[in-house]
């Protein structure tokens, strides 16, 4: 079964970098697109950032050029570099694997940036 777990979110000061992990199992991670997204509360939750399994990216226009989403098929993670992060990046951000019937997710990390 398709596991995703989230870790290394935190408060950090506007300006400051995080970098956030997926350790997925119970698929062959190497063959999938991965995701991240976010998610406030009483906002729908946001693509931020994708890879496919022939490492080509794709970015939000609000986190172009800050953050870098890149993956280790050897040890099936997925991670997502947070650099010079703004407020308006705090949110709970999530882990995504995309499937035609069915959308999995990990169980959420926080990120907030304090202004």
């Known amino acids: 079964q398709v596991r995703l777990v989230e870790s290394g979110g935190g408060l950090v000061q506007s300006g400051q970098s995080l970098r956030l992990s997926c350790k997925a199992s119970?698929?062959?991670?190497?063959?999938?697109?991965m995701g991240w997204y976010r998610q406030t509360p009483g906002k729908q939750r946001e693509l931020v950032a994708t890879?496919?399994?022939?490492?080509?990216?794709n970015y939000t226009d609000s986190v172009r050029g800050r953050f870098t989403i890149s993956r280790d098929n050897v040890r099936s993670f997925v991670y997502l570099q947070m650099n010079s992060l703004k407020p308006e990046g705090t949110a709970v951000y999530y882990c995504?694997?995309?499937?035609?019937?069915?959308?999995?997710w990990g169980q959420g990390t926080q990120v907030t940036v304090s202004s």
């Open positions: 995504n694997l995309s499937r035609t019937s069915t959308n999995y």
């Open positions: 119970g698929f062959i991670f190497r063959l999938n697109t």
């Open positions: 890879i496919t399994s022939g490492h080509s990216t």
